[in-house]
């Protein structure tokens, strides 16, 4: 079983910044995606971004110039850094981990995110 711990959610301010942190506990096979997903009040869970471990990224056109996914392989943990956010971008915020060998997705716990004045 692998374990996904998120971190880095709360409240800020339309216009402004936060980093969600999501660790695995351990490495899995040699092909995998990272990803981040959102689930704001009354609306289906999204897929915000996400990384294949060779480094292609992908990204939800409602975010695309203000997040950023990155990864870091030695620490099995994946990164969205959020800029200009948006009231819109209010949501649960969970991280998930799919391998494509075996088809094993394992998701994190979620972390709320609210952008409010």
């Known amino acids: 079983q692998v374990q996904m711990v998120e971190s880095g959610g709360g409240l800020v301010q339309p216009g402004g910044s936060l980093r969600l942190s999501c660790a695995a506990s351990?490495?899995?096979?040699?092909?995998?995606?990272m990803g981040w997903y959102r689930q704001g009040p009354g609306k289906q869970r999204e897929l915000v971004a996400n990384v294949i471990n060779n480094g292609p990224t992908n990204y939800a056109d409602s975010v695309k110039g203000r997040f950023t996914i990155s990864r870091d392989s030695a620490k099995n943990t994946v990164y969205l850094q959020m800029n200009s956010l948006k009231p819109e971008d209010t949501a649960v915020y969970y991280c998930k981990l799919r391998d494509v060998i075996t088809s094993k997705e394992y998701w994190g716990q979620g972390t709320q995110v609210t952008v409010s004045s």
């Open positions: 351990r490495s899995i096979s040699s092909l995998y995606v």
